[in-house]
């Protein structure tokens, strides 16, 4: 088994389960979100700059995953406008690579910076509902990365949508996995969208207990 086949399956069933997390609960945890984000990034390019070192040695790209993880886990919590930022940017890089791969295009690397970029800003500028959109269809992009590797049975540790090698949508399957990501994006935003405001009307109904005092 290489390298490449042995993360896809130590990292598919993570995935969905992170990805299920922050689909539905990432404004409520917020900095768990934010601090999950991080480590998933900062791990992927760790792994890949550990195997560019040493390609036949799985070790230390493990070791390389974990100490990047652990940092980007910890700087995006630690700055948290820039862990905002992030996670519109990473918002904005998975709806471009799955609309460019819907089309059948190749991605084009200048305009995944541009919708990163966008997004980004537009998380720092409009924070609960990028927020909520945000985490909705990135955890939901994490459960689909996780779970179509298994179905091809190939989990050969590639990302979905970002893979240049592979410029078509795949098929009545990539399709399908299209369609389950938007579904599965709008369910998380309307979850959680609706729990956000009940605790809202919560906070305001206590706040207005506390004005009025006891009778």
């Known amino acids: 088994m290489n390298a490449n086949a042995w993360v896809g399956q130590i990292s598919a069933p993570l995935a969905v389960a992170a990805g299920m997390l922050i689909c539905f609960c990432g404004f409520r945890i917020l900095k768990l979100t934010l601090g999950?984000?991080?480590?998933?990034?900062?791990?992927g390019a760790g792994w890949n700059l550990g195997l560019s070192w040493a390609p036949n040695n799985s070790g230390v790209a493990l070791i390389c995953a974990l100490v990047a993880g652990v940092i980007g886990a910890v700087l995006c919590v630690w700055l948290f406008f820039l862990g905002i930022f992030l996670l519109g940017a990473s918002a904005g890089a998975i709806v471009a690579a799955a609309f460019f791969n819907a089309s059948g295009n190749q991605l084009q690397p200048i305009l995944l910076v541009?919708?990163?970029?966008?997004?980004?800003v537009l998380a720092l500028v409009m924070q609960k509902f990028m927020i909520i959109a945000s985490t909705a269809f990135s955890g939901s992009y994490l459960v689909i990365a996780g779970v179509l590797p298994l179905l091809k049975h190939a989990p050969d540790g590639s990302l979905l949508w970002f893979d240049r090698l592979q410029p078509h949508s795949g098929g009545t399957l990539g399709y399908v996995a299209l369609a389950f990501w938007i579904a599965l994006g709008l369910a998380g935003v309307s979850f959680q969208y609706r729990r956000s405001e009940k605790g809202d009307k919560a906070?305001?109904?206590?706040q207005q207990s506390a004005t009025k005092g006891p009778a």
């Open 36 to 43: 999950i984000m991080g480590f998933m990034a900062a791990a």
């Open 114 to 120: 541009v919708f990163a970029l966008i997004f980004g």
């Open 203 to 206: 906070v305001r109904h206590e």
